[in-house]
């Protein structure tokens, strides 16, 4: 697992940076342009947050995402 759990990613429900942690790790099987690829995917969880007044729909959800963009993601937009 890495090292740092605690990151940033983009709400797609609301567009807002938000902060997550990841929750568990696996290697999914990927078929891509040059055959059968391993790809480290992360389930993550996003933490409440609101939209307006109310919960934003992507609120306290746990998302499935490619490990490695999302680190990217988080390594480029460091505070």
Known sequence: MTDEKKMKI???????????????QEITD???????????MAN???HKHYKGK?????SDRTI???LDNTLKYNEKNKD
């Open 54 to 58: 109310n919960y934003c729909k992507g």
């Open 10 to 24: 983009m709400c797609k429900w609301c567009n807002v940076s938000k902060t997550c942690h990841i929750v568990s």
């Open 30 to 40: 990927h078929h891509g342009p040059y055959g059968i690829d391993s790809v480290m």
């Open 64 to 66: 499935t995402a490619p």
């Open 44 to 46: 993550i969880k996003i």
